[in-house]
Structure formats: structure tokens, C-alpha cells
């Protein structure tokens, strides 16, 4: 009879516990998942953080208004996720909706409906009238997301704030991620970096049939879709909108790193800031590959400084591979470097002919600590010390290529110098550039040089990068006015070297002349 009792009791505490994480029906699993009605249920989630594949099904709408002015009016909803326990569970919203979001956590980071997604899946959900705001990573969704799903997600009439880096209108940050059939509706405005209309910042993730209609303002890195891409490949999305405010500037991407990919996608609306403004991609530094094709732009640009263009503001280094197949419509304006499809292609080398490589002889001290020996016998500690050379060196990157073809362009284009109607300034060439390698650990250093050795306190090691960089520039079409003072061009307003073929343009040039500057040409 005790065992019994003691069973049964046992089997009590299972319920209560159980009963304690979710209130609901379900267990969890895929077939049986846990099953949310009510506010309360959606906020016990949070109970289950850190462990893996937990299944929730949303039943019916809710609306969080009410739950949230009865248990923290000030703050509203605390996200589902921290940075130390992350939501790693499944959450079907079953085309249902969240509505009535609000968050005020300026001082936070990690602010969303969930804070923090990890191997996570959110899918077909809609949040609607949402207000979100905190510090650092900040999206309606979720602030920060990793090796997660997000899949047939609307977000509508909301707004998402922060006060420093990473906000979005979905998710604020995002790593290996896959964001596929997603709208976002509402407004975004931050005051710092990596602002975008699904993601402000994202790394080694792939977007698919996306969609951002907001007004966007933020500080440096700002996209209508992505504020700056590492790694990125997105395909048919659009973003409609402005975008103002900062430099990198661009109606897909704000600021594009190593291997990105953007096909078939457009913005359409008004882009203002200072530098590196472009219709598609602000700004592509130098490093990786991007590949731009099949976009348009549709609005109008304008910057207060240099590096603007229809599709991109400009690309360093030899870091873009193509632009093929897009459109620009709509007036451009910027201080110089400034064209229809790219305001500067710029290749970051310098000439040196004269280089001088450095061996260096390095010696290293290692401590092996005091030890006894399974004898017992006592080793004092000692040092030892080798000795191995390192030197500067060469590599031949050989050549590269940048391809803009079959583009068209309708604007007027007003600029101080280096104007075109489809390339500002192509700053190509052949040279070398160098990257170094500093502060490297040795107890003793000497560096040869013409056979000289001598003792040295600091060793910065130099790779020499030798290669070249040029454009193919073929099938491009331009209409409008060119308006500028100098290296105006119908097609470049100036060009190094490289391959130009088959374009066409349309171009009114006007020259612009102050009155005293005609008087001294006279």
C-alpha cells in the first residue's frame, strides 16, 4: 500500500512539474506539439530555453495589449532568450497572428519577441502593430539569430529602434541563417551601424522571395534588405522605401563582404546620405567577390560627398565581379565619383618596383615549469630557446576582371568631377599592394638586409600582392544629362585601362563654369 502512495505521488509531482513549464496541452514533439492559446501559454516558451527541437503550435490570434499593461506596462514583453539561454525549439504559428508587441528596453540588447534563436524554426506566423526597441541586435522576430529557419514570416504596421549597432525589421543580427517568403512592413530608425529591412547585420546566410516596405534611417551600413552582408546571397527580393541619413548606403545591401550574391532583386524609392551611396550596394570593400545581375534601381540619389552610382557607390580593390543586366532610373547626385551604374571602381594598389625583402631571425624562449618525475625526483624549471627565420614575400595574384554589361541607365547626373553616365572613375591598373603581419612573439630578433644583420625590437612582416585589375565594358546604354566641371564622359567620365565595347549613349553634357573662372580663361 506505501509503494502505491509513493508511486502515485511521484506520478503527482510529474503532472505539477510538467504543469509548471506549460500550462497547455502537448508534450512537445513533432507529432504532439505543445499547443498555445492564450498570452500566457506564448510567454511560457521561455521556460523551455537551451533545449533542443521543443515543438509549439500557435491555436488562435493573440493579442498581447492587455497581457503585457498587467505585467510590465513599462518595459513590456521580456524577449524569449538571453545571451547565456537561447530559444533552440520549433514555433509553428499555423497562419496565425501575434499582434500588440510592445518592447521598450533601450538599455538592453537581444530585444524581439525572442531574444536570442538558436537552431531554431519560425514559420508561418505574422506579427502585426509591433513596437520594439532596445540597444544592441534588435528585430520584431528576434534580435539575434543563429544556424536558425525562418520561412513565411509578415510582420506589418510595426516599427524597430535601437540605439547602437544591429537593428532590423525582422532580426537585428544573424549567422548561418536561411530567411525565405518573408514581409516586413513598418518603419526602422537607429542612429548607429548595420541597419537593414530584414537584417542589420548578416553573416553566411541566404535570402529568398523577401520583401522590406519601410522608411529607413540609420548611421553607416544601411540596406533596404541587409545593412552589411558577409557572405550573403539573396535572390528576388525587393525593398521599397527611403533610405537617408548615414554613408553605405544601398537599397539591397549597405555594405557588401566577401562572397555576395544578388540576383533578380530591386529598390524602389529615395536614397540621401553623405558617401558611398548606391541604388543596389553602398559600398564594397576589398575583400571576397560580389556578383550583381539581373537588378534595378528606381529613385532618386543623392550625396553630400563623393562615391555615388545607380546600382553601386563604389568598389575597392578588385573585390567586384560584375554587374550585368540592370537598370537605374531616376536623378543621381553626389561631389565627384559619380556615375550611373558605379561611381569608382578603384583598384587599391601603388606602384613599386623597388622592393626590398627582409629575413628576420627569430629566437623564442620556452619555459618548461618545475616538475617531479614518478620517481619523485625533483626537475627545476628551465628554459629553451629555438631559432627559425621568416622573411617578407611576394605573391602574384595574377589578373581580374570586372564585367558591366547589358545595363541601362536613365538619369541626370549632377556631380562636381570624374562624372559618367555609366562609371564615374574606373581607377584600374596593374601593381602592387601590400598586407602586414605584426607584433609576432620571439625573444631575440635580427633582420638581414644585403646581407647585413642587425638586432631588431619590432618585426613587421610584408606580403607584396603583384597583379592587376581592369573592366570589361560592354552593351550599356545611358540617357539623360551629365552635368559637371571636370572628366565628364557619356559613358566614363574617367578610365585607366581595360576593355570598352559596344555602348551607347544618349548624353547632354553641360560643363559647368563659375563667372570669375570664365573671366581668367579669357
Given at each position: 500500500?506505501k509503494?502505491?502512495?509513493?508511486?502515485?505521488?511521484?506520478?503527482?509531482?510529474?503532472?505539477?512539474?510538467?504543469?509548471?513549464?506549460?500550462?497547455?496541452?502537448?508534450?512537445?514533439?513533432?507529432?504532439?506539439?505543445?499547443?498555445?492559446?492564450?498570452?500566457?501559454?506564448?510567454?511560457?516558451?521561455?521556460?523551455?530555453?537551451?533545449?533542443?527541437?521543443?515543438?509549439?503550435?500557435?491555436?488562435?490570434?493573440?493579442?498581447?495589449?492587455?497581457?503585457?499593461?498587467?505585467?510590465?506596462?513599462?518595459?513590456?514583453?521580456q524577449?524569449?532568450?538571453?545571451?547565456?539561454?537561447?530559444?533552440?525549439?520549433?514555433?509553428?504559428?499555423?497562419?496565425?497572428?501575434?499582434s500588440?508587441?510592445?518592447?521598450n528596453?533601450?538599455?538592453?540588447?537581444?530585444?524581439?519577441?525572442?531574444?536570442?534563436?538558436?537552431?531554431a524554426?519560425?514559420?508561418?506566423?505574422?506579427?502585426?502593430?509591433?513596437?520594439?526597441?532596445?540597444?544592441?541586435?534588435?528585430?520584431?522576430?528576434?534580435?539575434?539569430?543563429?544556424?536558425?529557419i525562418?520561412?513565411?514570416?509578415?510582420?506589418?504596421s510595426?516599427?524597430?529602434?535601437s540605439?547602437?549597432?544591429y537593428?532590423?525589421?525582422?532580426?537585428?543580427?544573424?549567422?548561418?541563417?536561411?530567411?525565405?517568403?518573408i514581409?516586413y512592413?513598418?518603419?526602422?530608425?537607429?542612429?548607429?551601424?548595420?541597419?537593414?529591412?530584414?537584417?542589420?547585420f548578416?553573416?553566411?546566410?541566404?535570402?529568398?522571395?523577401?520583401?522590406?516596405?519601410?522608411?529607413?534611417?540609420?548611421?553607416?551600413?544601411?540596406?533596404?534588405?541587409?545593412?552589411?552582408?558577409?557572405?550573403?546571397?539573396?535572390?528576388?527580393?525587393?525593398?521599397?522605401?527611403?533610405?537617408?541619413?548615414?554613408?553605405?548606403?544601398?537599397?539591397?545591401?549597405?555594405?557588401?563582404?566577401?562572397?555576395?550574391?544578388?540576383?533578380n532583386?530591386?529598390?524602389?524609392?529615395?536614397?540621401?546620405?553623405?558617401?558611398?551611396?548606391?541604388?543596389?550596394?553602398?559600398?564594397?570593400?576589398?575583400?571576397?567577390?560580389?556578383?550583381?545581375?539581373?537588378?534595378?534601381?528606381?529613385?532618386?540619389?543623392?550625396?553630400?560627398?563623393?562615391?555615388?552610382?545607380?546600382?553601386?557607390?563604389?568598389?575597392?580593390g578588385?573585390s567586384l565581379?560584375?554587374?550585368?543586366?540592370?537598370?537605374?532610373?531616376?536623378?543621381?547626385?553626389?561631389?565627384?565619383?559619380v556615375?550611373?551604374?558605379?561611381g569608382?571602381?578603384?583598384?587599391?594598389?601603388?606602384?613599386?618596383?623597388?622592393?626590398?625583402?627582409?629575413t628576420?631571425?627569430?629566437?623564442?624562449?620556452?619555459?618548461?615549469?618545475?616538475?617531479?618525475?614518478?620517481?619523485g625526483?625533483?626537475?627545476?624549471?628551465?628554459?629553451?630557446?629555438?631559432t627559425y627565420?621568416?622573411?617578407?614575400?611576394?605573391?602574384?595574384?595574377?589578373n581580374?576582371?570586372?564585367?558591366l554589361?547589358?545595363?541601362?541607365?536613365?538619369?541626370?547626373?549632377?556631380?562636381?568631377?570624374?562624372?559618367?553616365?555609366?562609371?564615374?572613375?574606373?581607377?584600374?591598373?596593374?601593381?602592387?599592394?601590400?598586407?602586414?603581419?605584426?607584433?609576432l612573439?620571439?625573444?631575440?630578433?635580427?633582420?638581414?638586409?644585403?646581407?647585413?644583420?642587425?638586432?631588431?625590437?619590432?618585426?613587421?612582416?610584408?606580403?607584396y600582392?603583384?597583379?592587376?585589375?581592369?573592366?570589361?565594358?560592354?552593351?550599356?546604354?545611358?540617357?539623360?544629362?551629365?552635368?559637371?566641371k571636370?572628366?565628364?564622359?557619356?559613358?566614363?567620365?574617367?578610365?585607366?585601362c581595360?576593355?570598352?565595347?559596344?555602348?551607347?549613349s544618349?548624353?547632354?553634357?553641360?560643363?559647368?563654369?563659375?563667372?570669375?573662372?570664365?573671366?581668367?580663361?579669357?
Open positions: 500500500m509503494r502505491l502512495l509513493l508511486i502515485w505521488a511521484l506520478f503527482l509531482c510529474s503532472l505539477t512539474a510538467a504543469f509548471a513549464q506549460f500550462s497547455g496541452s502537448g508534450s512537445g514533439t513533432k507529432d504532439d506539439p505543445y499547443l498555445i492559446f492564450y498570452a500566457e501559454q506564448l510567454n511560457q516558451m521561455r521556460n523551455f530555453l537551451g533545449k533542443d527541437s521543443v515543438y509549439f503550435k500557435l491555436m488562435s490570434d493573440i493579442d498581447l495589449t492587455n497581457w503585457i499593461e498587467e505585467n510590465n506596462p513599462e518595459q513590456g514583453w524577449p524569449i532568450g538571453v545571451g547565456s539561454s537561447h530559444f533552440k525549439g520549433i514555433f509553428i504559428g499555423n497562419q496565425h497572428s501575434v500588440g508587441l510592445k518592447i528596453r533601450s538599455s538592453e540588447d537581444y530585444v524581439g519577441l525572442f531574444g536570442y534563436l538558436e537552431n524554426t519560425i514559420t508561418d506566423l505574422t506579427i502585426s502593430d509591433a513596437s520594439v526597441e532596445g540597444r544592441v541586435s534588435v528585430g520584431v522576430l528576434s534580435g539575434r539569430a543563429i544556424n536558425s525562418l520561412k513565411d514570416l509578415i510582420i506589418t510595426s516599427s524597430t529602434k540605439s547602437a549597432d537593428a532590423g525589421g525582422i532580426v537585428g543580427s544573424a549567422e548561418n541563417c536561411k530567411f525565405e517568403e514581409q512592413d513598418g518603419n526602422i530608425e537607429s542612429s548607429s551601424n548595420n541597419i537593414g529591412g530584414i537584417v542589420g548578416a553573416r553566411n546566410s541566404d535570402f529568398a522571395n523577401c520583401s522590406n516596405s519601410s522608411n529607413i534611417t540609420g548611421g553607416r551600413a544601411v540596406g533596404g534588405i541587409i545593412g552589411q552582408g558577409y557572405e550573403v546571397s539573396i535572390n528576388n527580393v525587393k525593398a521599397t522605401g527611403n533610405i537617408k541619413k548615414g554613408d553605405y548606403l544601398g537599397g539591397i545591401i549597405g555594405y557588401a563582404r566577401a562572397k555576395c550574391s544578388i540576383k532583386s530591386y529598390h524602389k524609392g529615395n536614397i540621401s546620405g553623405t558617401e558611398r551611396l548606391g541604388g543596389i550596394v553602398g559600398y564594397i570593400p576589398s575583400e571576397g567577390e560580389v556578383a550583381i545581375d539581373s537588378c534595378w534601381s528606381w529613385g532618386e540619389i543623392n550625396g553630400t560627398s563623393d562615391y555615388v552610382g545607380g546600382i553601386v557607390g563604389i568598389s575597392e578588385g565581379k560584375e554587374i550585368t543586366r540592370c537598370n537605374h532610373f531616376g536623378d543621381i547626385t553626389g561631389k565627384c565619383y556615375g550611373g551604374i558605379i569608382n571602381i578603384k583598384f587599391i594598389g601603388y606602384q613599386n618596383n623597388n622592393m626590398t625583402l627582409q628576420y631571425s627569430l629566437t623564442v624562449q620556452n619555459w618548461h615549469p618545475a616538475s617531479h618525475d614518478q620517481d625526483k625533483w626537475y627545476p624549471g628551465y628554459y629553451t630557446y629555438d627565420n621568416v622573411s617578407d614575400e611576394v605573391v602574384q595574384e595574377g581580374k576582371y570586372v564585367t554589361s547589358n545595363n541601362l541607365v536613365i538619369s541626370n547626373i549632377t556631380a562636381c568631377s570624374y562624372v559618367g553616365g555609366i562609371i564615374g572613375y574606373d581607377l584600374g591598373g596593374s601593381g602592387t599592394w601590400t598586407s602586414t603581419t605584426s607584433n612573439y620571439y625573444y631575440k630578433a635580427y633582420r638581414t638586409t644585403n646581407g647585413t644583420k642587425e638586432p631588431v625590437s619590432n618585426v613587421t612582416l610584408i606580403t600582392h603583384q597583379g592587376s585589375y581592369s573592366a570589361i565594358i560592354e552593351n550599356n546604354i545611358f540617357s539623360g544629362e551629365i552635368s559637371g571636370f572628366n565628364l564622359g557619356g559613358i566614363i567620365g574617367k578610365k585607366y581595360g576593355i570598352i565595347r559596344k555602348n551607347f544618349n548624353a547632354q553634357l553641360l560643363v559647368q563654369i563659375r563667372l570669375e573662372e570664365l573671366l581668367v580663361l579669357r
